[in-house]
Structure formats: C-alpha cells, structure tokens
C-alpha cells in the first residue's frame, strides 16, 4: 500500500463518510476560529537546524510514563472510533501498535475495553470525563486496570459540551448501531437523541458530566485507582502549577481539537510557559493541530515530551482501517526521523529551545 499525505487521507474520509459524521469529527465550536488558529501558531514557528552533528543513527523513540515508544507520539482520546470503521477502535489499536505508538481510549469508545487491549501490541491510557454517576466511573477504571490499561487522562476542559454550529444544524446524534459500549446504557441514552436543531451530544454532556468538580476531587479519584493521573485540558502556567503540587503525573496541553472554548490561547503557544513553571517534574504533551514530523519537533523545542495525533487517525481509519490508520501514525513517525537528520538532533533530548524561532 502506497501512503498518501495526510491532506489526501483527509479528502478520502470527507469524501466516504456520512456528512453529519464528517462535521462530528471535523467541526469546531463557536466560530470555529480554533480549527486555524493552532495550525497558523505552528506554521509561525521555524527550525533552527545545526550542521556538523553525526546524524548517522538517529533514534526517535521515547519512554513515556514507562512506555516505551518508537517516536514520540500517541493517539488522542476521540469517541465513537466506529463512525469511521467498522471494526472502529480494534483496528486502531493494531494500527498504534503497528507504528509503536501510544493509545489513549476514550471512555466513549465504541468498542470494549477488553477488545481493545487484546488486539493491542503497544501501550494504552484510558481517558476519562468526570461522571455525576461516579460509580460508573470506578467500574470503568477498574477494567482498565485488568485489562493492563498503564494510566488514567482525565479531561478538565470540558464542564460542558461547547457550542458547536455543526452538530446543531445536523441535529446530530449517534447512529443506531454504534453507542458507548464502555458506560452503563442508561447514562448514555441522551447521545443517542437527535431532534432538529439541537445536539444530542451536547445534551448528553449537560445531564451526566460534573461541572462542580474541583482539583480537591483528585484526592477521590487517587483513592480509587493507582494508575498514574494525566490531566488534558490545560492551557495556562497557573494551572499547570496546581496540576504539580497535585503531583499529577503529565499535562496534555489541548484545545480539545478546537472544540471548547473559542478564541482561547493555541496549545502550542500555551506550552513553553507551562514547561517553564513544570520545569521537569511532570511529563508534557502538546494535543493539537500536529500535521507534520516538522511539528513534533517544534513541540518538543518547546518542552514538550511527545505529541498527540487526533483527526487525522480518524482519516486513516475511514480511508482503509487498520492499514490506513497506521501509515498515517508511519508517515510522521518517518517525517519526524527526518527531520531530526536535518536538524542535527539525532536523540529527542537534543531538542530545546534554541531550536526553534518565532515564538
């Protein structure tokens, strides 16, 4: 199979998926300005290559809380995998285990937890929304743990589902044939509700999701699991230092894919001032926008410890499963090898801040 540029992966899913599941995945919320904006802030950005380097063997593989990982990247938390591929988060899960990439799972997968870590070579995390049914929450963490799930990403940026203009005007819900298997039926009726005008995944998230959580609620979740606690959500240096002092275990620093809050800071502009106030004590992620092999090493120049890669999974997915989803997470792990060559940088640790310009 000849891979295509992700640009081509996406015009392939665009075209074969249902339009209603095409604005799920592709939309953005309010005015959609964030769908550009982490895109522009990394275009923004320039190597600062060094010449001279012995770029003979180049090694991109990482270890990430006790994963190790052929490059520096996993796959971001997305539900419903299905709405793309029959065999929906099955198949990519081979697909990351193909590439030796990390798997985050959302808790609103469309395949069970079990299933997917069977067919999986490479590590998972399992990420979490804060239920007001917290028992379903434990008993899916509980799973997690025996199924050899290695860590639990909680999402904070998300007391609510955001405004997104797409899922409105489809009236969007999730199709008969594909549902949350993970979470009790009951909690998830709502997402299944499409009426005219409104979004059923919205409505889902204001009846079951916490919006008075507080970091003081860590100390329950602690309790209950002894999984490492990852915190994805975070865009400023203020939060970062609570997360910290919580001694939580990594930052993913996310705009949620352009699908919260509108207008806010890029994640990528966000990072360098978190890793300065982290300064090394937790491990940190950049989630947005990352398209290139060129954009992990601008993350990583700015702190980052490794990238996630959202929507275009998906693309590589919809294009042809497993096979598609894992060129796709191929193709930047090779671009990223490359441009580690041409950097000068032949180990990730050779990455800093005098790499990069334009911040």
Excluded at 111 to 136: C, F, K, M, N, V
Excluded at 144 to 164: F, K, W
Excluded at 207 to 236: H, M, Y
Excluded at 335 to 347: N, S
């Amino acid at each position: 199979m000849v891979s295509l540029a992700l640009h081509e992966y996406e015009a392939a899913a665009r075209e074969r998926l249902p339009r209603s599941v095409w604005d799920f995945f592709a939309g953005g919320s309010g005015s959609e300005s964030m769908l550009s904006a982490g895109r522009e802030a990394l275009d923004r950005l320039r190597l600062r290559p060094r010449c001279l380097v012995d770029v003979s063997d180049c090694d991109p593989g990482v270890s990430l809380l006790g994963a190790r990982l052929a490059a520096p990247v996993g796959v971001a938390p997305m539900a419903y995998h299905r709405l793309a591929h029959p065999e929906g988060e099955v198949a990519t899960a081979r697909a990351a285990g193909t590439a030796g990439a990390l798997l985050t799972v959302s808790m609103f997968a469309s395949r069970t937890l079990e299933d997917i870590a069977a067919a999986a070579d490479g590590p998972l995390w399992l990420q979490l929304y804060w239920l007001r049914h917290r028992e379903s929450m434990v008993r899916l963490i509980h799973r997690a743990e025996a199924a050899g799930y290695r860590a639990l990403v909680l999402t904070v940026d998300a007391p609510r589902v955001a405004h997104r203009p797409r899922d409105v005007r489809n009236g969007f819900a999730v199709p008969e044939g594909v549902r949350a298997v993970n979470v009790d039926a009951s909690v998830m009726s709502a997402s299944h509700d499409g009426r005219s005008g409104r979004s059923a995944i919205a409505r889902h998230a204001r009846e079951q999701f916490d919006a008075s959580i507080g970091w003081e609620d860590l100390a329950w979740l602690r309790e209950r699991t002894s999984l490492p606690l990852v915190l994805k959500g975070i865009l400023t240096a203020e939060d970062a230092e609570i997360a910290v002092k919580y001694g939580i275990e990594a930052i993913v620093v996310s705009n949620h894919g352009g699908r919260q809050l509108d207008f806010a800071v890029p994640a990528v502009e966000a990072l360098a001032e978190i890793a300065e106030v982290v300064s090394g004590k937790c491990r940190l992620i950049l989630d947005g926008a990352v398209r290139h092999g060129a954009d992990i090493a601008k993350a990583l120049c700015l702190g980052a410890d490794a990238v996630f890669v959202g929507r275009p999974v998906l693309w590589g997915l919809a294009h042809s499963g497993e096979s598609g989803a894992a060129a796709v997470l191929r193709l930047l792990g090779e671009e990223f090898e490359e441009v580690m060559a041409l950097m000068g940088a032949p180990r990730v640790r050779d990455f800093n801040p005098s790499g990069v310009t334009g911040t």
